[in-house]
């Protein structure tokens, strides 16, 4: 089993910043992939970005590339999610997830995930 607990939601004016952080703890080492995860109100959860152990590619989705940064710090098993330029459609619920992933795999579908964690709510006003 691998618990995953997000923090850093809050509620952020358009154009602003937020860092969100994903700590994993019990079988890590069953995981290679970590990735984000949002779901808004009365739409299907959406694919963010994901990181590898292995640290490359790093894969994020056309909504959010050249705004949010992912990365990991093995040291504390602690994945971030960096949101820059914040627009009001980037706000939902945010999920980090992990699996243990081919290389062939994208990592942008949530069924190729075995752990969620519980949430954390990012809300953009504008």
């Known amino acids: 089993q691998v618990q995953l607990v997000e923090s850093g939601g809050g509620l952020v004016q358009a154009g602003g910043s937020l860092r969100l952080s994903c700590a994993a703890s019990?079988?890590?080492?069953?995981?290679?992939?970590i990735g984000w995860f949002r779901q808004a109100p009365g739409k299907e959860r959406e694919f963010v970005a994901r990181?590898?152990?292995?640290?490359?590619?790093?894969y994020y989705a056309d909504a959010v590339k050249g705004r949010f940064t992912i990365s990991m710090d093995n040291a504390k098993n602690t994945v971030y999610l960096q949101m820059d330029t914040l627009k009001p459609e980037d706000t939902a619920v945010y999920y980090c997830?992990?699996?243990?992933?081919?290389?062939?795999?994208?990592?942008?579908?949530?069924?190729?995930?075995?752990?969620w964690g519980q949430g954390t709510q990012v809300t953009v006003s504008s």
């Open positions: 990181i590898r152990k292995s640290l490359s590619p790093i």
């Open positions: 997830a992990a699996g243990n992933l081919r290389p062939s795999q994208l990592g942008d579908r949530p069924n190729e995930y075995d752990y």
């Open positions: 019990g079988r890590t080492f069953s995981s290679n992939v």
